[in-house]
């Protein structure tokens, strides 16, 4: 089992920066795709990032790609995702999620664990 733990959510103006970062729990961390989703306020929750168990080939949503990098460490059992460029539509709770297979899957149903999220808001 792993347990997910977000960190570094907040409040920035437009075109600021963000560093979310998630800690995870067990001794299997490398066995395990992990990515970040996001909910905005009466939106379904939706893939943003992920990255494979190996940390090679990050893939991003379209309308991340270029602002957002997501990286992750073994050794240290965490995944961050950095955030530049943000803009108010970026405006969500962030979500950090495992799944125990090379590579993440889009569809948020077939996530094996979910941290309990981070707020991020993008505002002036």
């Known amino acids: 089992q792993v347990q997910l733990a977000e960190s570094g959510g907040g409040l920035v103006q437009p075109g600021g920066s963000l560093r979310l970062s998630c800690a995870a729990s067990g001794r299997t961390f490398s066995s395990y795709a992990m990515g970040w989703f996001r909910q905005a306020a009466g939106k379904e929750r939706e893939f943003v990032a992920a990255?494979?168990?190996?940390?090679?080939?990050?893939y991003y949503v379209e309308s991340v790609k270029g602002r957002f990098t997501i990286s992750r460490d073994n050794a240290k059992n965490a995944v961050v995702l950095e955030m530049n460029s943000l803009k108010p539509e970026d405006t969500a709770v962030y979500y950090c999620a495992a799944q125990a297979r090379y590579s993440l899957d889009y569809r948020a149903d077939n996530i094996d664990y979910w941290g309990h999220g981070t707020q991020v808001t993008v505002s002036s």
């Open positions: 990255i494979t168990w190996s940390g090679g080939n990050p």
